[in-house]
């Protein structure tokens, strides 16, 4: 069954591509990188957790984006030949805001985009209970900030940044994404552009308030655990619980959205991540692809498996894409 699932992938992928980047969308793109997304086995699927580091990356640990000691500490994965002027990938770690670390998650994804040229980003940030949200975003917005003041020493192009995450990181590339260039969002920094060029977002959390019941309908309470990284309840603080809620921050001008999320997902209900990308997409000027994996499961990206491989195809694609043909991009130029 596991072959089986991870098999219907790799369709349920390219059909997202193909429905939301508009007709021969895939001429504009790299042919390799095109002809990998009909793919539906790769030996490096065989893998599992093993190899997952690349000969041909170097990855430079450690480095301090902030003043919060561990919790303000970066890792970068950039090809050994050096290359400059290469797009940037941010990915920020899952653990529901209160646990995790930043060589974790996604690690595959990170490795291969560094391989071929990328400049990879993975960041700590603040976890509660000891900090209250919004510090986690702010957090995730000071990657970027950092990204755009040094990450040319590190052959980034600060002019083409996407963000990623699992879980809740991909509630906080959501949110940083929808957010960009807020000055309440940015103390200290509130001048400093952090707008990016798209978002990918897989298994996240959209919907604090459950506000499509999702949540009650299956009998699930979920509010005091929020309440701890929050630090108040819905009816104490409605609006900053809304601040908090992917779902509830969509804007015309959002970029665009890579939304991956397994059917099955018994931690994050799939029914949260549908919702959203359909309210982005009514909303959005900008593409919203929506990728819902049948058999599926939470932690979909930690190892090499059929499944994930056609992740990182459609996503290598569909950020290709964007590096071509993004309005994001050349308005920052």
Request: aromatic content about 10%; proline content about 5%.
């Amino acid at each position: 069954m596991i072959i089986h699932w991870g098999l219907q992938a790799a369709p349920v992928v390219n059909r997202g591509l193909d429905d939301n980047l508009g007709q021969r969308w895939r001429d504009s793109i790299d042919a390799k990188i095109a002809r990998r997304l009909h793919n539906r086995f790769t030996f490096t699927a065989l893998l599992g957790p093993f190899f997952v580091r690349r000969h041909d990356v170097k990855r430079i640990a450690n480095i301090q984006y902030g003043d919060a000691g561990v919790h303000h500490l970066l890792d970068i994965y950039r090809h050994k030949s050096l290359p400059t002027n290469r797009p940037v990938l941010i990915h920020f770690h899952g653990g529901a805001m209160v646990s995790g670390s930043k060589n974790r998650q996604a690690l595959p994804l990170l490795y291969r985009l560094a391989s071929q040229g990328w400049v990879c980003v993975s960041a700590n940030y603040r976890l509660s209970p000891a900090a209250t949200f919004p510090d986690q975003l702010i957090d995730a917005k000071k990657v970027i900030a950092w990204i755009r003041e040094y990450g040319k020493q590190y052959g980034a192009n600060p002019d083409s940044i996407f963000v990623a995450g699992s879980s809740s990181g991909a509630q906080l590339a959501a949110l940083a994404a929808l957010t960009s260039n807020d000055p309440k969002l940015q103390p200290g920094f509130e001048n400093v552009d952090t707008s990016v060029s798209a978002a990918i977002n897989l298994y996240g959390d959209y919907d604090w308030l459950d506000t499509n019941g999702t949540w009650t309908d299956s009998g699930r309470d979920r509010t005091g655990f929020l309440a701890s990284i929050m630090k108040s309840s819905p009816a104490e603080d409605r609006e900053a619980w809304e601040q908090a809620s992917p779902l509830t921050r969509i804007r015309k001008d959002a970029p665009p959205f890579f939304v991956i999320h397994g059917d099955r997902d018994t931690s994050l209900p799939v029914q949260d991540a549908h919702h959203f990308a359909q309210k982005l997409r009514s909303i959005s000027q900008s593409p919203v692809v929506y990728a819902e994996l049948p058999g599926a499961e939470h932690n979909l990206d930690l190892f090499h498996s059929i499944r994930n491989e056609a992740v990182m195809d459609g996503i290598d694609a569909f950020a290709a894409w964007v590096c071509t043909n993004n309005k994001h991009n050349s308005d920052r130029s």
